[in-house]
């Protein structure tokens, strides 16, 4: 347990052989789910991690899962990455890591990419349905998609129309206008201001200057924000040409990667683009992970 | 608080122990049993809660995870009712040791109100077990949760190439024959050995316990049944990833042990 006032509640993941670099991961909660993550998720990954060599810590942040509740009065942007660096801190001392990888999903990918932003020790982020902005692409695809819809609608009976066809009655009506992004993001993440498209492109190109490297995976139920497998190439051209940004589509997939086979791909990719990007192991078993829990202080 | 491992060294299980923070005469002690698969995530924040209230009232707590479960070891196919059940008793021992404790009380919810209720028929050491929306027979919760996954299913976009059989898995977990034969076994209502002092189920708004209640309604039983208006919505598709709040259940189950009230 480590002290202070309030306190995080995390388990700490050790491989039985590192991979030979100095690079430790952290797993960021998804919303209010606490550190295991959405379906067990992130205790799959982390043992799947310690398997390729890389140790790992998820947990907590304040005010989540069974850490204590924040007292310090910083807002969820700031208390996240002053709780991110406590976690940096533990592994450093505990495994020796001085690199990191940050993961998380919703607003665990929008606190990855924050921290990342903020503190060079971060050399990759994997963030799973996090931020993404639309482009022209984005809604042509949306607008075919809905008059798909409509006729589909029209012809099963299910508008106004199609009921007026049919001779049925009509239940309540909900509005069709296509909800925009930015007051998604306001939504999902209340403080965090959305950056605009050129100042995520700054921010991006900053971090693939100093080496960063970067996964971004979107899955079906990210629709409002992503819809096609190009978008983030379209939307960031140049910052894609320079290889450090991969960019995966599920559009299958559920934003928890409910279906097992889904979670097993998640396993999957995970797993290439860290051996790719920073090397590891095979992925056999070389031995039991060991796993430590633990409490500790929040400053 | 403490997190921590216990059990076998084959069996690790994850606990994260809360003293009292007053210590009432006698001490009293809770294990939390957390329900199975999608329920245990989202129940988790509301036994959070439970466990910090039902603390600064002067109770020591364990909440843990099962086996297979949670931030305990063992992949979720590796889990067992079998094992559960072992690792509710090993919970109830690991308090007991904890805490100093001569007896304990269990909170469950869903399954693990009845994995709570099975683990107590060897033992004389549980003097309160409070069920929260019990599974009374396994094979109609693996029913419900089934239903549940379908419906849940068909709310998502077609896939554009084969899709995997869900047959063996349930809202992100799995669920295969083995322990598909075990839920088909268990039954509330063929369990006739009821050994806490005080047996109270909880019904939430749209749940009946009828059936468990006229079941508990024997000589050498104490059985309260209440209902609390709290919509918790196990089967609802649009809520399967949702955190449930429940503060009304919270609050009065950290009543039933204010003050030494349960004994």
Redesign the interface.
């Known amino acids: 347990?480590f002290g202070g006032e309030s306190?995080l509640?995390?388990?700490l993941t050790e491989p039985a052989e590192r991979a030979s670099n100095n690079i430790a991961c952290i797993f960021i909660n998804a919303?209010?789910?606490?550190?295991?993550g959405?379906?067990?998720l992130y205790?799959q990954l982390a043992r799947r991690l310690a398997r390729l060599g890389y140790p790992s810590l998820r947990f907590d942040l304040l005010s989540r899962?069974?850490s204590?509740t924040r007292r310090d009065g910083l807002s969820f942007v700031a208390g996240s990455l002053t709780d991110v660096r406590l976690a940096m801190e533990v592994l450093q001392r505990a495994v020796g890591a001085d690199r990191f990888v940050l993961m998380g999903i919703c607003s665990g990918a929008v606190n990855s990419l924050h921290v990342a932003t903020q503190d060079p020790r971060v050399v990759g982020v994997i963030a799973i349905d996090g931020p993404a902005y639309q482009t022209t692409g984005y809604h042509v695809r949306y607008y075919l998609r809905r008059i798909g819809r409509v006729w589909t609608n029209t012809l099963t009976g299910r508008n106004k129309i199609g009921r007026w066809l049919r001779g049925a009655p009509a239940p309540v009506e909900r509005s069709s206008a296509q909800p925009r992004a930015e007051d998604e993001f306001a939504y999902l993440y209340g403080d965090l201001v959305m950056p605009s498209r050129d100042e995520a492109a700054q921010v991006l190109g900053a971090m693939v200057d100093r080496g960063a490297q970067i996964f971004f995976i979107f899955t079906?139920s990210w629709a409002i924000f992503y819809n096609y497998a190009g978008q983030f190439r379209d939307a960031f051209p140049e910052i894609m040409k320079r290889g450090a940004i991969r960019v995966a589509y599920a559009?299958?997939a559920?934003?928890?990667?409910?279906?097992?086979?889904h979670?097993q791909r998640l396993l999957d990719m995970v797993s290439d683009w860290l051996t790719a990007s920073f090397g590891g192991g095979r992925g056999e078993e070389t031995g039991n992970a060991v796993?430590r829990?633990?409490?500790g202080a929040a400053r | 608080?403490?997190?921590?491992?216990f059990g076998s060294a084959r069996h690790?299980l994850?606990g994260?122990y809360h003293p009292a923070a007053r210590v009432p005469r006698p001490p009293v002690g809770v294990v939390i049993c957390p329900p199975f698969g999608?329920e245990y995530?989202r129940t988790?924040?509301t036994l959070?809660t439970l466990t910090t209230r039902l603390s600064a009232s002067g109770v020591h707590v364990l909440k843990f995870d099962y086996f297979g479960?949670?931030?305990s070891?063992g992949g979720?196919e590796e889990g067992s009712v079998a094992q559960w059940q072992s690792d509710v008793a090993s919970a109830i021992d690991e308090l007991k040791d904890m805490a100093g404790l001569q007896a304990v009380s269990i909170v469950g919810v869903r399954f693990g109100a009845t994995l709570g209720a099975m683990a107590t028929t060897t033992r004389k050491d549980v003097r309160t077990l409070v069920m929260w929306d019990p599974v009374v027979r396994g094979s109609a919760h693996a029913e419900e949760l089934r239903r549940l996954q379908n419906e849940?299913l068909r709310t998502?976009?077609k896939?554009?190439g084969p899709?995997?059989s869900?047959d063996?898995?349930l809202?992100?977990?799995?669920f295969g024959a083995s322990l598909s034969g075990e839920f088909n076994a268990v039954d509330l209502l063929t369990q006739t050995k009821w050994t806490p002092r005080r047996i109270i189920t909880i019904a939430t708004t749209g749940m009946d316990h009828e059936e468990l209640r006229q079941h508990l309604t024997k000589p050498n039983v104490t059985s309260e049944s209440e209902q609390i208006l709290c919509d918790c919505q196990w089967f609802e598709p649009a809520s399967v990833?949702l955190?449930l709040l429940a503060n009304e259940v919270v609050v009065r189950i950290e009543s039933l042990f204010a003050h030494q009230a349960v004994s």
């Not at chain 1, 559920?254 to 086979?261: A, C, E, S, V, Y």
């Not at chain 2, 809202?171 to 799995?174: E, L, R, T």
């Open positions: 347990m306190r509640v995390g388990v919303g209010l789910i606490h550190h295991v959405p379906n067990r205790v899962g069974d204590d079906g559009p299958d559920d934003h928890t990667f409910t279906r097992l086979h979670q796993e829990p633990g409490v | 608080m403490q997190a921590f491992h690790r994850f994260i999608h995530i988790h924040r959070r479960c949670g931030d070891a979720a849940w998502r976009p896939a554009s899709v995997p869900a063996a898995e809202i992100g977990f799995p990833h955190q």
